[in-house]
Structure formats: structure tokens, C-alpha cells
């Protein structure tokens, strides 16, 4: 049988209706910001993977210094041990985030890390005070993962709705902008008492529907925060590692958030790690005598050494001058393209930060991620050789940094073409 009549036989796969989905794409093998399927056809990956390559698939330094780890040491427990990659790690992690992080607390995913983070900061108002504060502020159209924590602070949606009579209480609260600012600011000035942690994704909603805001109003919504003590998190999940432009999207604050979520790009794509770090005033909280204030949460496979040793070599590529010309290069060329669609009939907003690109198509009715509008994009991209995946009506293009100039022509070229012809 093919590989797709084998994958019929045995795989549920994510985000997917089994019954009437889409073909699947049987891929082979990847290189740089291509992926080849059985047959040999070439795909340009305009998305990472789900946003999580970032130097190009098989990409030689990573597949050595992983190749390397795993003829040392592929695994340990890491209550009562440690080893060599995890420290590392964390030591040239934590001076690159903005503030003053000190310490990282290592997990597997995005989903699991906003989850350490979540129970770090209600567990500090128990571990710190006699009337612990357990309300939680988050934007309505967020999205913080589908573990049942992560999926409580994700605004309410096709993804939450199953599970909406067991998720916790979250005061959700609209994006900042000029015109709202001073009511929101209000409001948490209202339930300042209440609130135990604020939780954000910086300047780009990613799942939401790429949705963009001004870190102007962020950090006045954190510095309210800040000053009735309640905790900020950073859910840099997507947007760390180079994706705003900056390595992290943090750096346009003034403000420092508490706690920082990260993963995807974090391995460049290599293979799953997550990483939630704070500051001293978190960790802190959790130093006593009394073993009941200690983070009673781990993973099997938490800071796996195989993945710490990707997540190295990740950096040392995303930290050679030639990355970050890369990544200005590519937002120069999204916004060169983006001027020129602006205005478009069939477009309801054009935006861009850093290297992500998002058209929202002009469509009638539901707007949502089953929109009709998205398989419909989403094949006639994928028939010329490119992966887009639409949310909804919302084109996207978030491309590894290794793309090229002509691969990026043709992405803007086809795009152009679709406008006139769907």
C-alpha cells in the first residue's frame, strides 16, 4: 500500500474532521525550505511546519551536534540529576531574554510551558500569602495551547467549546488600542485583588488569527499590572527566536514580564522541548523548609539532553550575523509586497510583523477556521508547491529564515494570481 493508505489504516491526525478531510501529503524528506513527498513533488514550507522550523529542514549543523548528543547520553531523569546540555542551554538562554530572567524550568511543548507557567504564579499567591488570588487575565482571542490549563486561557472558541463546563474562570479582556486603553487599564485596576497572573501573547496573536497590537499599550496594561503586584507571562511560544524581527518580541517593551513561555523555534524545529522561565521574585516564592511550597510538577522527558543539544545548535545558527540578515531581508520583502496589495477588493487587512505576513480575504458569513474560504486557499496553494495554511480567511507566510528571494517571489507571485482567480 502507499503511505497515505497506510496512514488511513492507523492515524488520527490533529485539527482534522477524519471522516471528509483533505489529502494527506505523504513527505519523504525535507531540505533547507523544501519538503519532497513520495513522488518526488517540491513544496516550499511558507509556514515552518506549524511555525516551528526556522533554519530549514535537515539542516547539518543541528542533525550533527544531535547525532553527537545521541552517542553520549540520550536521556536522564532530571529530579536529583543534571547534565551537561541543560545547563548550557539555560545559561546562554537566559541572558538573551529581555530583563532579568534566572531561572529555566524545562517541559516539552508550548502548551506544557504556559501550564508550568500558570502554576507558578497561582501557586506563588498560595506559597505567599493567606488569601491566595486566583482570577487570570488573558486577551479573548488568544491562544495558548490545548492542554486543559493552556486551553482556559485561550479565548473561547471551535477548539475549547467540548470542554468549556471544565475550564477555569478567566477574565478576558479585548486587545489594547488608543481607544480602549483607559477602560481596560480600569478594569484591572477593579480586580487587582482578584488577579493572580497576566497572560499574553507580545504584539502577535498567533492562532487567534495573527492579530497585531501596539506594544505601547502592553506595557501600560503590564505596568498596572506591576503595580498591584500581579504576575505578567510572556507567551513567546511563536513569536520568539527571531519571528517579530527581533530575537524576542519582548524587546519592545519597556516593562519585564515575570515569566517567559517558549518552544517551537526553540530546537529550530527539530524536535519537541518547552521552556518556561522567571525571575527571582517567582523563584523565590518557592524556596522554604516547607516541602508543600516546593513546584511539585516534572515530565518524563524534561530537558531531554538530545533535545537541549538541538535547541544549542539552534542558537549558534540563529545567532550568526548572517540569521539576522536573513530575517531582515525577509521582512523587507514582505513589506515591499504588502504595499503593493494594500487596498485590494478582495483583501479586509493586510499586516505584517517582523517576517509574518497576514491577508485577511474580504468573505460573507462565518469568518471563523471552518470558513469555507480556507480549503479552497489552502489547495490552490499547495497544487503549485506551496504550504500555506490558512486560519479561516486569513492567508499567512511565516517562512524558515533560510528562504530565498526567488522562492519568496513566487510565494507573493501565486498570491497575486489567487486575488484574481478565487
Not at 127 to 132: A, D, G, L, Q, S
Request: glycine content about 6%; hydrophobic content about 40%; some cysteine.
Amino acid at each position: 500500500m502507499s503511505l497515505i493508505n497506510r496512514d488511513a489504516q492507523v492515524i488520527w491526525h490533529p485539527y482534522t474532521q477524519m471522516k471528509n478531510h483533505l489529502p494527506h501529503v505523504p513527505i519523504v524528506r525535507g531540505e533547507g525550505v523544501y519538503l519532497f513527498d513520495e513522488k518526488g513533488k517540491k513544496y516550499i514550507d511558507a509556514v515552518s511546519s506549524w511555525w516551528v522550523n526556522i533554519h530549514g529542514h535537515a539542516h547539518p549543523h543541528i542533525a550533527a551536534k544531535v547525532a553527537e548528543q545521541l552517542n553520549t547520553l540520550e536521556h536522564v531523569i532530571f529530579a536529583g540529576f543534571t547534565h551537561e546540555p541543560a545547563v548550557r542551554l539555560a545559561e546562554r538562554l537566559l541572558p538573551l531574554l529581555p530583563g532579568v530572567q534566572k531561572k529555566v524550568f524545562y517541559s516539552d511543548n508550548g502548551s506544557t510551558a504556559v501550564e508550568v507557567a500558570l502554576k507558578m504564579c497561582l501557586q506563588y499567591w498560595v506559597n505567599t500569602t493567606k488569601e491566595p488570588r486566583t482570577k487570570i487575565i488573558a486577551f479573548k482571542d488568544a491562544y495558548h495551547g490545548d492542554t486543559f490549563g493552556a486551553m482556559s486561557v485561550s479565548g473561547r472558541s471551535i477548539f475549547t467549546e467540548p470542554f468549556s463546563p471544565l475550564l477555569f474562570d478567566v477574565e478576558f479582556v479585548e486587545l489594547p488600542n488608543a481607544q480602549n486603553i483607559e477602560q481596560l487599564k480600569s478594569k484591572i485596576n477593579y480586580l487587582s485583588n482578584e488577579v493572580a497572573c497576566f497572560i499574553f501573547e507580545p504584539m502577535v496573536l498567533g492562532a487567534g488569527g495573527m492579530l497585531m497590537y501596539e506594544a505601547i499599550y502592553l506595557d501600560q496594561l503590564i505596568e498596572t499590572c506591576q503595580k498591584h503586584g500581579i504576575l505578567t507571562i510572556a507567551d513567546e511560544v511563536m513569536t520568539g527566536f527571531g519571528r517579530t524581527g527581533k530575537y524576542f518580541s519582548t524587546e519592545a517593551l519597556q516593562t519585564e514580564p515575570d515569566i517567559f513561555c517558549l518552544s517551537k523555534g526553540l530546537t529550530g524545529g527539530t524536535m519537541p522541548l518547552g521552556v518556561t522561565t522567571c525571575n527571582s521574585k517567582i523563584f523565590n516564592a518557592f524556596l522554604s523548609d516547607d516541602k508543600l511550597k516546593t513546584l511539585y510538577h516534572g515530565h518524563s522527558f524534561t530537558a531531554n539532553p538530545v533535545a537541549c543539544a538541538a535547541a544549542l545548535a539552534s542558537l549558534d545558527i540563529l545567532l550568526q550575523p548572517e540569521t539576522l540578515q536573513n530575517i531582515k531581508r525577509i521582512e523587507s520583502r514582505h513589506q515591499v509586497f504588502s504595499e503593493s496589495i494594500i487596498g485590494h477588493p478582495k483583501l479586509k487587512n493586510v499586516r505584517q510583523n517582523g517576517t509574518i505576513l497576514v491577508m485577511e480575504w474580504q468573505t460573507e458569513g462565518d469568518t471563523s477556521y471552518l470558513n469555507g474560504l480556507r480549503d479552497r486557499l489552502y489547495l490552490y496553494f499547495l497544487e503549485r508547491g506551496i504550504i500555506l495554511r490558512p486560519l479561516g480567511n486569513i492567508l499567512y507566510i511565516l517562512p524558515p529564515y533560510v528562504i530565498s528571494d526567488e522562492d519568496l517571489a513566487y510565494i507573493y507571485q501565486n498570491i497575486l494570481t489567487a486575488l484574481e482567480e478565487i
